[in-house]
């Protein structure tokens, strides 16, 4: 009452008042009810009247109370998740829980509010976190989970796997993300192709041990031979030409040998090898 007496004397003054509160009016019980009270002004024969509604608005602070109860539960499980997750829009990142920030190295989030993931993301993928997110945005599209190669604050770089869906966020086209560090996951993998390697050359030993025995064996023969040739050369020169031909032989064996080692090298490791100068 002394509300509505206040607002009746301030627009008596010719101030503005608010056509619209809410408060509380008591019950013949004693208990009070929580009310949205509208309230507009008329002239009547030269008399200010107020005319008001009166709506019991329980309901709507229930159902209020009941929105923020479930808000809050969902930011305590966004932000409790392990997983990183983030909100994109045209101009860049809008939300990143702590598990995203954590993810690129950063300590807080308004530190990574408005940057653009391909600044994360390795220069050769950019260009795929393009298109993905043109394609969401625009046509709305589903799209399989990805992987992309990033790297953090401090420059380290690692693999993520990023899975995406389209949503309405703050009344704008917005991308959600869910991502994880699967750098483990890659490098095991690389380790089981290398067990798979070393598996499959234990079956291919002993026909690699064959096809290496025979050319070393005519090597060792034409080098037993040679041995026994060489001294002889200066007394009897004609015996160079088949000394010759017992080095040509030897030659080609152990070119034989050195391929069927250069094949067996591909089984036995990841080919891990680095060029460079050496003095």
Known sequence: VDTLRDMIERRVRGEEVPMRIETAIRRRDGSRVPIEASTSFVDVEDTLLSVTFVVDIRVRQSAEAALARSEERFRILIESAPEAIWILIDTGLVYANPAAIALFGYDRLDEVLGADPRSFAHPDDAAAIERRSRAMLKN??????????????????????????????????????????????????????????????????GGMAHAINNPLTYVMLDLEQLAALVPKLVEEPAL????????????????????????????????????????
């Open 140 to 205: 709305r599209e589903r799209l399989a989970p990805y992987e992309y190669r990033v790297k953090r604050r401090d420059g380290r770089s690692f693999m993520v796997e990023v899975s995406s869906i389209a949503i309405e966020f703050a009344g704008k086209s917005a991308i959600l993300s869910f991502a994880r560090d699967v750098t483990e996951r890659k490098q095991m993998q690389l380790r089981l192709l290398q067990a798979d390697r070393l598996a499959t050359l234990g079956m291919l030993a």
């Open 240 to 279: 160079a030409v088949e000394a010759m031909t017992r080095l040509h032989e030897a030659h080609q064996g152990a070119e034989r040998i050195a391929e069927v080692v250069r094949r067996m090298r591909t089984f036995s490791r990841v080919d891990d090898q680095t060029r460079g100068p050496v003095d």
